[in-house]
Structures are given as C-alpha cells and as structure tokens.
C-alpha cells in the first residue's frame, strides 16, 4: 500500500535548527500535510498534549541530558500518545539498534541519518500498513474490552495478513491477558513466545506475570537474568526492584534502582520508586534528596501531586529534619487536603503530628474514629504508626501494625516498623505483636 501523507500532521523534534529544517525539508518532500516544529524537550510535550500529530520524527539527543527514548517514556506515562500516532526516531548512532531491541517502550520504527525522502517514505508506508491492521484491537484495548481485544487478536493470529506481524501479535496477546488480570494465562503466553525467540522482554514479561502470581523467588530469578543480560533495559531494573521489596530485600532494590538512576536521571518516574526503597532501607537522607528533586524538577504539568509532597514530608520526619516537613505539609492549601482520599488525609494528619504536634496532634485525633476500622493503604498504614507512636497512642499504633505483619506487605514493611518502634522504646511491644500474628496464623493453618 502506498502511505497518504496529504493529511497527516507531522512534528519534528530536534534542538538543532538546521536538523529541523532537513527533516522538514524531507518530510514535505514525502508528502506531508503539515510540519511544525519543537525545539526543546518541554516544547514537544506541550505541543503534543495540547494537539497530537499524526506522525512525530524525533532526533534521539535533545540537548540538556534529554533523549527522544525518555521523551517517549514520557509520552507513554501521561497516556499522551495513542496507538495509532505513528512515533519515528531519528538517530545517527549505529548502535541505537542495540539498544531498542532490548526495551519495551519502543519506537514505532527509528532511521538512521542521512537518510532520503524515499527512505522516509517506505518506513511510513510499513508503519501506516501495520497501524491498520492493528486498529479495532486499539480501540477494543483502550475501551478496556479485552475479552473482544483479544478475541481480535486470536483472529489476526490466524489471517494470511497477520503472518508479518506474528510475534506482535504473540507480544500484545500476553500483554493484554495481563492487563486483563489473568497472569497465568500471561504467563503461558509468554512463555510460549520464548519457545520460539529469545526476547528479553518476553523474559520480563514472564517475571511480571510470576510477580502477579506472589510466586517471588522465581519472579526474582528470571528479571535477574534480564538485568544482567541488557543493562541498558532500565525497566527491567525497576521491576526486579519491585521484586525485590515485596521479598523484603529493600537494600538491593535501592542498589539496582541508584545505578539506573544515575544513567536516567530524567526519569522521575524511577526516581519516586528509588525514594521509596530508600525509605524502607533505613536511607532516609537518600530519599529526602531524591524526593527534593522529584518536587523541585519534574516539570510536566500536574506530575508532581499532594501525594508526592506528602513522600517528600515523609521522608523528612524519617530524617527527623521537621522544619522542613511542617513546612512542606503546611505549604498544601487546605482546599488540597479536604479534596484528599481518606489515605492521604490519614497520611497528612498523621505526618503534620509528628513534624508539627500543636498543629496536627488535634487534626489526627479527630480521624480517629474513621482510621480504627477503615480499609487503607500499607503506606498510609505506616504513617498512621509514625503518628500514632509520636502522640503516645499505642491502641492505634498496634493496630496498624498488626494489620501490617498480617497482610502481604509484611516483608516490605517489617525493617520500617521495627525501626520505628525501637525509636520509640517498644521494641519489647513490637517482639510481642509479632508473637501474635504468628501464632494467629498458626492456628488458621
């Protein structure tokens, strides 16, 4: 099929002017509708938020440390690029192959510059081919139909068309089972994918599903592999740190997290959860730091939230500099705070009597009543703790740890919970709840 470029929009994406200029000198010369331009970083995600392009040629270096792959990150974070935006990196690196074969969030083609209009046009016309073919399992997928998106799938799987597009289709059938809440099923997809390649994706993609499954020792094993097979495969990275937290291994989660961060360091997203591990390693100047950063740079309009200002106060009262808590609690606007969830209002109250206690000690006794019986979050849990511990309330505090070591967070969160007794002299009480969650489950067995 020959690609119709007479009404597609297309935005080129490249800090340099004179690149900008020879990329739409071939863009218009292949066909296109409209070229407009973006010069930063920043500058392409407005304009892609505000009115999305038919087809983006991104330059892979964008200056100021950035790169086309964490613009598409980005992009794919926010939900800001459909299926059918057709993403193109453009690249000088010979090796960027390398590099994309491994990953998930992958380009939907990349050419290596110079190049010519008819080049351009070929690998358009192979993208808008399978584009095409994919469209009514986008729609089904993002109207969350997944027994018709995969109903789709199974079809195409079987068409004389779909044969090009074998393993994609293998590829997003996994996917979607998983997002479907069937990780078994994904789990067997995957698996089946690695009868026939070797993906690392398809490695991780096994490990996810093992994950989904509590079955994490050999979600562990498997990621391991992935990680240390394709270094430059960050995500892979992150999942073994999410691996490794719910085994209670916070140390080696923060570890694999701090390496990649430091060869992403754009990558805000990765850096919550790096600040998150720190926490429950016992590394609470680590995660104020990282979370002054994620505040203070992650810059994509609505990214930071109240819930991130109130993992920033958090990792302040652990580092027991609650100046700065009071100040970052007292600094949201109490419009913010009545807007809340139950968990975050817990979190605030809880947080504030600890950082601030003659402004917040009246606020979490009042939410008392609400807390004792309320469904909440593990975190959530742990601040009520920290609050509860600091206000000399041992009721609430028992129970919210009790829930804790009795729930399936426990391994991530026990290093926490002991240290936050112990800060407070009930190390014998802590010893002692332990006792009777055990022999609690010792008698349900």
Known sequence: M??????????????????????RTIAQTAGAFAVEFAATYQDALYRIRNNTPDVILCDYMLGEGRSGQQLLEELRRFDLLPDETIFMMVTG?????????????????????????DKLLLRLERIVARKTFF????????QQDYAAALASLQAKLGSEAGRPYRFEILRQRAETLLASGDPEAAETAYRGILDNFDFPWAHAGVARALHRQ?????????????????????????LKAQICLAQGDAGEAQRVLD????RTPRNYLRKRLLAEAAA???????????????VANDTMPGAVTPEDRLQLARSQVDARDL??????????????VQNMALDEQASF???LAVASPEKGKSRFAGLRPALLAAELRPDTRLDLVRGALEVRDAELADRQAAQLLGGGDAKRVFAMLRKLYALYGREVDFRELQKQIALRRIHHA
Do not use: C, H, M, W
């Open 2 to 23: 020959s690609a119709d470029l007479s009404r597609q929009r297309f935005l080129v994406i490249d800090d340099q002017a004179q690149a900008r200029d020879a990329l």
């Open 93 to 117: 690196e010979q090796t960027y192959e390398q590099v994309v074969s491994a990953v998930e969030l992958v380009p939907d083609d990349y050419i290596i510059k110079p190049f010519s209009p």
């Open 135 to 142: 469209a009514d399992y986008y729609r089904k997928k993002r």
């Open 214 to 238: 509590d079955r994490l020792a050999e979600a562990r094993e498997e990621i391991e592999r992935v990680v240390a097979g394709t270094p430059n495969y960050f995500d892979a990275a992150d």
């Open 259 to 262: 390496d990649a961060a430091q």
């Open 280 to 294: 429950l390693n016992g590394d609470a100047e680590t995660a104020r730091a990282v979370l002054a950063d994620v």
């Open 323 to 336: 100046v700065s808590a009071e100040r970052v609690l007292l600094g949201l606007r109490e419009s913010e």
């Open 349 to 351: 109250s809880a947080l």
